[in-house]
């Protein structure tokens, strides 16, 4: 390790945010690289905020494997302030992180840089994560994102989900996307337990009663 960083402290650290120069840039890069991982956190968070950062973006990227969860974790938060997709394939490939501290915060990182193709593990980690805080991450990225490629599957699975916010959340998908064919299975959230939930299924019910689907063209029997 540089032996500069050995001397740097979270406080010194923290003061280059005022100095946008090459000493500056130099000393946050050895502190990223310090044997003590809280050093190297903290540099890592500084880098993210420096104006300058960007241009130790390499450093970004290591951190994101760091032996330390605090490093990764102050890494894909700098990604998403910074909304990096380049690091996507990274971030994407913490979300199946031992560390359900991890996971969560670099599925709200994903969210940030959102591809397509991120529905499904993302999907998937709402559905069966040991970890509540995990699959609420995980359902409100998805709510963030969703599309409508894949927006009603996320509305079953929402409609029927044991929190009341994401049954609201069915609603509102709903009144996105949907057409009258959904209104069926908003019915039985007009009778929700949950009054904000009977609320949200109606409204969304009233605004898709003006959104019905095309009525088929009658076939000319004389054809």
């Known amino acids: 390790m540089p032996l500069v960083s050995m ?5 010194s ?3 280059l945010l005022t100095r946008d120069d ?15 991982q809280f050093i190297r956190r903290t540099a890592v968070e500084v880098i993210g905020r420096h104006a300058s950062g960007r241009n130790l973006s ?11 969860e605090y490093v990764v974790r102050a890494g894909c938060r700098v ?26 915060v670099s599925i709200r990182t994903l969210g940030a840089i959102w591809r397509q193709s991120d529905f499904q593990p993302v999907f998937q980690i709402y559905k069966t994560d040991a970890e509540t805080e995990v699959r609420r991450e995980a359902a409100g990225t998805l709510r963030n994102n969703v599309s409508s490629a894949d927006w009603r599957r996320l509305f079953d699975a929402f409609r029927t989900d044991a929190l009341p ?7 509102d998908l709903a009144s996105t996307f949907g057409h009258s064919d959904v209104v069926p299975f908003l019915n039985p959230l007009c009778t929700d337990r949950d ?5 949200a299924a109606a409204k969304a019910i009233a605004a898709l009663e003006g959104h019905k689907l095309p009525a088929v063209d009658a076939v000319d029997v004389n054809v």
């Open 22 to 36: 090459t000493e500056s840039l130099t000393l946050l890069r050895d502190a990223a690289a310090s044997a003590d």
């Open 58 to 68: 390499d450093a970004i990227l290591r951190a994101l494997a760091d032996q330390s």
């Open 165 to 171: 916010r994401h049954r609201r959340w069915a609603c």
């Open 7 to 11: 001397s740097l402290t979270h406080e």
């Open 195 to 199: 009054g904000h939930v009977r609320k």
């Open 13 to 15: 650290i923290c003061a």
């Open 79 to 104: 990604i998403e302030d910074w909304r990096w997709d380049a690091a996507h394939d990274a971030i994407s490939n913490l979300i199946k992180s031992p560390s359900g501290s991890t996971r969560q």
